[in-house]
């Protein structure tokens, strides 16, 4: 096995070579100093729909234009964001929300009831927004300000939903014109009402993408706290820079060129810590979950028994040394609910084994009847944990008889081609790498990995009726015990069919030019209000 750029890296950084490299950026005019940021995202972005995708990039863009009817904030707490008051009934079926003052769209129209109904809708056909549709009798303006939700049973879970910023999928204010339509359908313009404006005329697809400061944004009185609060933007101007070359992006940010790299490679991490103008930090202090998904529609991971044999496996803390290796970054992880939530358990986590069990992952295979069929992994050489964990995972496969195929590309061509439900030799996949948010897995309602309800649910499209069953009594339960308790039950039968597969849960920490500041560190995504640059 070759782990790409490697060992390449580390003499590079160690020579000082980086600094050397041409940059891309040199050659580009665009306005410097304070009041400009400039970052490099994970991947690139192609999709700009939080409906249509879950990428973060995606939802990281949607948080920069669009606003949100309420936000968790520091505390987890759900808070009114574009909501001035809200109320319920006795009967608790009845909910009425009056926008607050001063919301217009970017095109300057104002923000009106009817275009949060035509989102809360949209929303309502995706995974995450499911359960509130389920539950509705009905969501109406009652005027320009004023909606209400009415249930048909009690849904104490209701403001949650609304304000599950840290889900996979938030639900984003959109234009009723612009939501009016199916979810599978992408919205075109990038019209919202937040504190950016996206920069149609500076889009540079492929290359580069400019947010603007929204100067008729008004915010919350109170203090920005996590997702809630006040979005006080600091700067006129951010740039979202693709430099899908790791060496070239960190050249850049010790250059001052760039300000920003979501997701500097391990190798660098000692350069960094050692570099006076540089920062680490840890945004998502719930840390990520590494996880794979098996194309459970298809050959050979439509039978559990395949599905088991990956489980069986996993070496954990082969993946961790890869992805990771600082040790300060990264733990094994058995529980379906991550390391360290008031869920975490051991519920049928015998399958666990250091080095994992290849002798029982063949036994398994071979029951499976798995007779060479080609497994494609699918591989964004982009993002180098994943692409580095991909090449590991074809190893290992090969070494117990599979036909394991590596698929590269960039990260939104896995995006895209991880939509295929069809089998390989139509384009389609079998296995693909990527990883979810410690706070995401506390909400198995608003977070689509954690659910299994095949073809309706999210990419993999695992099918179980016994865990879906108890993941609807979640809603229901509100002791912390009985919650407790539900959770070891939903991880027993996950364990068992076998939704997914844990990698290990890590930490994930951002580099930074000591210039930029204000940072918001909350799980799963990245907003750009509040940040200051020196």
């Given at each position: 096995?070759?782990?790409?750029?490697?060992?390449?890296?580390?003499?590079?950084?160690?020579?000082?070579?980086?600094?050397?490299?041409?940059?891309?950026?040199?050659?580009?005019?665009?306005?410097?100093?304070?009041?400009?940021?400039?970052?490099?995202?994970?991947?690139?972005?192609?999709?700009?729909?939080?409906?249509?995708?879950?990428?973060?990039?995606?939802?990281?863009?949607?948080?920069?234009?669009?606003?949100?009817?309420?936000?968790?904030?520091?505390?987890?707490?759900?808070?009114?964001?574009?909501?001035?008051?809200?109320?319920?009934?006795?009967?608790?079926?009845?909910?009425?929300?009056?926008?607050?003052?001063?919301?217009?769209?970017?095109?300057?129209?104002?923000?009106?009831?009817a275009d949060c109904v035509a989102s809360i809708r949209r929303w309502g056909q995706i995974p995450a927004g499911s359960l509130l549709m389920e539950r509705a009798r009905d969501i109406s303006k009652k005027d320009d300000k004023t909606f209400t939700i009415a249930l048909k049973e009690p849904l104490g879970l209701l403001i949650d939903l609304l304000a599950s910023v840290s889900s996979s999928q938030p639900l984003f204010a959109m234009r009723e014109k612009d939501a009016d339509r199916p979810a599978t359908e992408q919205v075109t313009a990038n019209i919202g009402s937040g504190p950016f404006r996206f920069n149609e005329a500076l889009a540079k697809p492929g290359s580069s993408f400019t947010y603007d400061r929204n100067e008729k944004y008004v915010p919350r009185k109170e203090p920005s706290d996590g997702f809630a609060g006040g979005k006080i933007v600091n700067v006129d101007r951010v740039m979202w820079d693709n430099i899908g070359d790791s060496q070239t992006a960190f050249a850049a940010l010790q250059a001052g060129e760039i300000d920003y790299l979501e997701q500097p490679p391990v190798d660098f991490y000692s350069a960094i810590e050692t570099d006076p103008n540089l920062a680490l930090q840890v945004l998502d202090k719930t840390g990520w979950v590494m996880c794979l998904r098996m194309n459970c529609l298809q050959k050979p991971f439509d039978n559990v028994k395949a599905r088991q044999a990956m489980l069986h496996l996993i070496d954990q803390e082969a993946f961790l040394r890869v992805a990771v290796p600082d040790p300060r970054y990264g733990q094994t992880v058995t529980s379906l609910f991550g390391n360290g939530t008031p869920y975490s358990n051991d519920q049928n986590t015998g399958w666990f084994k250091k080095g994992g069990d290849p002798e029982k992952a063949k036994q398994l295979l071979k029951e499976a009847g798995y007779s060479g069929e080609k497994v494609v992994i699918l591989q964004p050489t982009n993002i180098a944990w994943i692409s580095d964990a991909a090449q590991l995972l074809a190893a290992t496969l090969r070494k117990i008889g599979v036909n394991a195929e590596l698929a590269p590309s960039d990260w939104s061509g896995l995006a895209a081609r991880r939509s295929k439900k069809g089998p390989v030799e139509d384009g389609g996949w079998s296995i693909f790498l990527t990883s979810d948010s410690g706070f995401g897995l506390t909400d198995p309602i608003g977070e689509v990995f954690l659910s299994a309800n095949g073809d309706k649910g999210w990419y993999g499209w695992p099918k179980n009726d016994e865990y879906e069953a108890l993941r609807a009594k979640w809603p229901e339960v509100e002791k912390p015990e009985e919650r407790k308790a539900l959770a070891r039950e939903m991880q027993r039968v996950w364990w068992d069919f076998v939704g997914d597969v844990y990698l290990g849960q890590t930490l994930r920490p951002i580099a930074r030019r000591k210039t930029l500041s204000g940072l918001i560190e909350m799980p799963n995504f990245i907003p750009m209000w509040n940040m200051k640059k020196a």
């Open positions: 096995m070759t782990i790409s750029r490697r060992s390449v890296i580390k003499l590079g950084v160690a020579a000082g070579t980086a600094l050397s490299i041409p940059s891309v950026l040199r050659a580009q005019t665009t306005p410097t100093g304070a009041r400009l940021v400039r970052m490099v995202k994970a991947a690139d972005l192609r999709v700009f729909d939080p409906v249509v995708d879950t990428s973060n990039g995606t939802i990281d863009h949607a948080l920069a234009i669009y606003d949100t009817l309420f936000a968790l904030d520091s505390n987890a707490m759900p808070q009114p964001q574009m909501v001035e008051k809200w109320g319920v009934s006795d009967d608790k079926k009845t909910y009425m929300f009056e926008l607050r003052d001063g919301l217009s769209w970017h095109d300057g129209s104002p923000v009106t009831a």
